[in-house]
Nanobody, 121 residues
Framework: QVQLVESGGGLVQAGGSLRLSCAAS????????MGWFRQAPGKERDFVAA????????LYADSVKGRFTISRDNAKNTVTLQMNSLKPEDTAVYYC??????????????WGQGTQVTVSS
């Protein structure tokens, strides 16, 4: 089992920045690729970004490329998502997940409880 706890969400104006963090505990964190997904009301859970177990490979959704950066610190068992130039359409609950380096949610075995990000126009 891997337990994941997200933090750092909140309310920000369009054009602003937020930094999300995900703290992991349980099984060896460095065994897993990590991903961030988001879900807006009435919509499906969408892929945002993912990072390989060693941090050398990353994947991003087209909608966030150039604005969001995913990183990890295996010594601290954390993964972060730096979000810049935020847009109202980035508003969603953001979830941290552990699994393989994939863009589909079903390939991730462990999930956090989510953190709300709201971007006002």
């Amino acid at each position: 089992q891997v337990q994941l706890v997200e933090s750092g969400g909140g309310l920000v104006q369009a054009g602003g920045s937020l930094r999300l963090s995900c703290a992991a505990s349980g099984r060896t964190f460095s065994n897993y690729a990590m991903g961030w997904f988001r879900q807006a009301p009435g919509k499906e859970r969408d892929f945002v970004a993912a990072i390989s177990w060693n941090g050398r490979s990353t994947l991003y959704a087209d909608s966030v490329k150039g604005r969001f950066t995913i990183s990890r610190d295996n010594a601290k068992n954390t993964v972060t998502l730096q979000m810049n130039s935020l847009k109202p359409e980035d508003t969603a609950v953001y979830y941290c997940a552990a699994g393989g380096l994939f863009t589909t949610s079903r390939r991730y075995a462990y999930w956090g409880q989510g953190t709300q990000v709201t971007v006002s126009s």
